[in-house]
């Protein structure tokens, strides 16, 4: 525990989905616990299937505000229409509307309609929980069907992560980041101290991994790599290894393909927990290896 400072925070993405970044990441909260997690892969959260967190809190996610048209005010000018990018005003007998699902929150319709007819609501477009999970505090959220501003949703959960470090004393975060280089995940980037890379041996998860380290390079984040499932293709695998090499990206850990990570997950366990085998031997290995590097991190 961090009697004074500030939490330091681990955030573990996937330049794709599918390469084990979510099973890695609560392997290393069972390893780390008690630590803080959170869940910031929003559009497609999972962590808590491994977790089992119970809620304590719950609290309202608001998207950017959507354009209203009020009836009693519009004349039927069509303005908005004819400056709508994204065909979200619905005309209907005469009566102009606005299609919520459509509307992007520009607010130009807004700022031209002549007769002030226009104005925005607030639009609910999810949640974001506080809980306990087994292995310490976990802050996760649940974005509604077809919403966007993920990202803003990233950041709301990131920073209750941050609190609750501070309020409980705890110095880590995990972050289970969304896949991608996406708004989300530079929102899942902002203020970590490192970050881990999983990709697997695939030509898609070399491009990707390519794009990932191209991201943290440009925020200038330190970032590791994990090559999961990397006896499925040992060329690809070892093509991932030189440029890894070249790009001065240091691997700390290969994984081998294992169904026990599925029979984990069907017990709602992770690997470290379900039972004692050369992989949770391989994520301890990796995990000594990342608080090692955590520990040359000012």
Known sequence: MAETGKAKTITIISGKGGTGKTS???????????VVVADCDVDAANLHLLLSPEVEKSVDFYAMPIARINQDLCVGCGLCNDLCRYDAIVIQDDNYSVDPLACEACLVCKE??????????????GYWFLSQARTGPMVHASLGIAQENSGKLVTEVRKAAADVAEEEKLDLVLVDGPPGIGCAVMASLTG???????TEATQSGLKDLIRVND????????IHIIVNKCDLN??????VRKWAQEAKAPI????P?????????IEA????????????DELKNIWNTVLETMKSIA
């Open 24 to 34: 890695v990441t609560a392997a290393f909260a069972s390893l780390a616990a008690p």
């Open 112 to 125: 031209h309609c002549p007769e002030r007819a226009i104005y925005t609501v607030e639009r609910q477009a």
């Open 192 to 198: 970590a101290d490192l970050v881990i890379a999983v």
């Open 215 to 222: 991201l943290c390079n440009h925020f200038k984040i330190p």
């Open 234 to 239: 040992p060329e690809v695998t070892q093509t």
């Open 252 to 255: 700390i850990g290969e994984i």
């Open 257 to 265: 393909y294992d169904t026990d990570f599925t029979k984990a997950m």
């Open 269 to 280: 366990k992770t690997i470290v927990e379900y039972k004692s085998s050369r992989i949770g």
